[in-house]
């Protein structure tokens, strides 16, 4: 059972991000369809708690957060690369900075924008996934403040492409430019603010060559089959210890994995493997049996049980 199940919703910045790499590579994808808020009935019982989108599901492997998305695809599907010419480190780290600095400045952007039409009950629950710290009202009145930090963070993308190379990295595409592109696609695709960044006519440019790479083969796959499979299904992870970990952790811990930003819904479960980018649990739930859950190292917390 080696079929990709996305599990997304079309309107997920973070989601976008995954699609254009699934465009780069070309590859076949299966598309699972989930709540763009809670309650996430087909979504829970795969991650343990685990609320936030994309997640990536491979069988009874399932991958969250969109940074070790992109290193899962680009493991298992390394031609075409996403990291051109050796530029693994840089792209990783280009990815963690637009998924914090700018797509957290262009959040009130957007909300300082739409925020009077959106209902109610999608504002209660990104307060609730926020860690319920987050003034709905100050957010949006923080709009023009966020605007001069999405304005400095796009001047750097449209100066990377002074040169007029086609793409951030060069002649080919990178999982810097599907990173990049996934906030100012958020902002591009709504008509309050799609002209937010007009004065940048080479990150325009740019983004409308993202744009036409496209997102690959998709294909639709209702959420109960993706339980059923992964029902049906063994993890393929492979027990991995991590001789230099800084805090001891090894197979069979007992640990506790959760966001460092928001979204602090911790994933308990028994470590199967664990490397400087990843750690992986074994957790089971009714609907799904036996499952491997993946988190990133980068942006998340461990805690021993």
Not at 78 to 101: I, M, V
Not at 251 to 263: F, H, I, M
Request: glycine share 8%; hydrophobic share 40%.
């Amino acid at each position: 059972m080696t079929d990709l199940l996305f599990h997304h919703y079309d309107a997920s910045p973070f989601s976008e991000k995954i699609r254009v790499l699934f465009g780069i590579k070309d590859l076949a994808w299966r598309s699972v369809r989930q709540p763009n808020m809670m309650p996430k009935p087909h979504l829970l019982p795969l991650t343990g708690g685990y609320r936030r989108i994309p997640v990536l599901q491979i069988g009874a492997d399932v991958y969250c957060d969109s940074q070790l998305i992109a290193r899962v695809l680009e493991r298992l599907h390394p031609t075409p690369t996403s990291y051109p010419d050796g530029s693994e480190g840089l792209c990783n780290a280009l990815s963690f900075w637009t998924d914090r600095s700018v797509f957290l400045a262009a959040v009130p952007v957007v909300f300082g924008k739409v925020g009077a039409a959106v209902p109610k009950e999608f504002i209660e629950d990104r307060m609730k996934l926020m860690g319920g710290g987050v003034d709905f009202k100050m957010l949006m009145q923080n709009a023009p403040l966020a605007a001069d930090q999405l304005r400095a963070h796009a001047q750097w993308i449209d100066l990377q492409l002074g040169d007029g190379r086609p793409f951030l990295l060069g002649e080919r595409p990178s999982l810097a430019d599907a990173a990049a592109y996934h906030p100012v696609w958020f902002l591009r695709a709504l008509p309050p603010t799609k002209s937010a960044f007009s004065e940048f006519s080479r990150l325009e440019a740019w983004a409308e060559r993202v744009k036409a790479i496209g997102h690959g083969r998709r294909s639709e796959c209702p959420p109960d089959e993706a339980l059923r499979i992964a029902r049906e299904a063994r993890s393929t992870t492979a027990i991995q210890k991590d001789e230099r970990d800084p805090n001891g952790l090894e197979p069979g811990l007992k640990v506790r994995v959760l966001p460092d930003d928001y979204g602090f819904d911790p994933v308990e479960g028994e470590v199967v493997a664990s490397s400087a980018q990843e750690i992986a649990l074994r957790r089971n739930a009714p609907e799904v049996g036996e499952v491997v859950v993946h988190f990133p190292r980068a942006g998340y917390r461990v805690h021993r049980v």
